[in-house]
């Protein structure tokens, strides 16, 4: 069985920072990111990475946040810099194998205070 392990999360006032950490249970995924979703709204891409280096990201979190991943700890990262009030949201991790099929990791709480 296949898991992805957030941690991370809180409670930070706004311009100040967070690192989102995400473990893959095995090594098989060929692009891992990280999407999030405020109450009453879908959930969103944030960032993702491919196994290359490859990385995409939303343009409201473009030159604040950076996504990296260790490929021998089977681990993504997500740092959040300058955060702001509209970051706060839950934040999934999202792993994507070599035939394309998706897992979700449960989540962790990002709350950004004004």
């Known amino acids: 069985q296949v898991q992805l392990v957030e941690s991370g999360g809180g409670l930070v006032q706004a311009g100040g920072s967070l690192r989102l950490s995400c473990a893959a249970s095995?090594?098989?995924?060929?692009?891992m990111g990280w999407y999030h979703q405020a109450p009453g709204e879908q959930r969103d891409l944030v960032a993702t990475i491919t196994n290359g280096g490859a990385t995409n990201y939303a343009d409201s979190v473009k030159g604040r946040f950076t996504i990296s991943r260790d490929i021998a700890k089977n681990i993504v990262y997500l740092q959040m810099d300058d955060l702001k009030p509209e970051d706060t949201a839950v934040y999934y991790c999202?792993?994507?194998?070599?035939?394309?099929?998706?897992?979700w990791g449960r989540g962790t709480q990002v709350t950004v205070s004004s």
């Open positions: 999202y792993g994507k194998t070599y035939s394309a099929i998706g897992f």
């Open positions: 095995r090594n098989i995924f060929a692009t």
